[in-house]
């Protein structure tokens, strides 16, 4: 039996209940426009085609780093390693120094790849699309890799490894 449903535009609803879908969780890189390093964190990535290989993800209207980063229109995907919930918390604050003690070396665009990464994916920007509350980012996706760590993933408030 389906139990009663709740009218969806309860935020606070709307919020537990996406909790409830297991996400990876990734930091999107790029280069500032004075070759600085810059990035955000996103749980909202998904691949999005094979033909072309296009990945997607959702930065916030209200992102700080994103709006930096887009003018080069290349970026970069860092698929966050299990023991890497450190550096997701770092680079979801509102600060400008956070590559501060953070090693990495540049993907072939020159966006960082962060060290021990389960995965990354050097992309150009092929579209970008109004989502409400975010940009919905689609990524033609130039170069990738892979490391040996499993991912770490977010799920119910919670962050783990797989």
């Known amino acids: 039996m389906i139990p009663p449903g709740i009218h969806a535009q309860d935020p606070g609803r709307f919020r537990r ?11 999107v890189t790029g280069i ?28 916030a209207r209200t992102s700080m780093s994103w709006p930096l980063i887009a003018p080069s229109g290349r970026f970069c995907v860092n698929v966050l390693a299990g023991h890497q919930e450190h550096l997701s918390r770092r680079f979801a604050l509102r600060e400008r120094d956070k590559f501060r003690d953070v090693a990495w ?3 072939p665009s020159g966006a960082p790849v962060l060290e021990g990464v389960a995965a990354w994916l050097d992309c150009t920007v092929d579209a970008v699309h109004d989502a409400g509350d ?19 993933v977010f799920h119910d408030g919670r962050y783990g490894p797989l």
């Open 105 to 107: 070396a540049p993907a």
């Open 134 to 152: 975010h940009l919905l980012v689609l990524g033609r996706v130039e170069a990738l890799g892979e490391g040996e760590a499993t991912p770490l």
């Open 32 to 59: 500032g426009s004075e070759g600085e390093p810059l990035g955000l964190a996103v749980n909202s990535f998904t691949s999005a085609s094979l033909d072309p290989p296009l990945i997607a993800f959702l930065p």
């Open 17 to 27: 209940v996406l909790g409830r879908f297991p996400t990876g969780v990734c930091v």
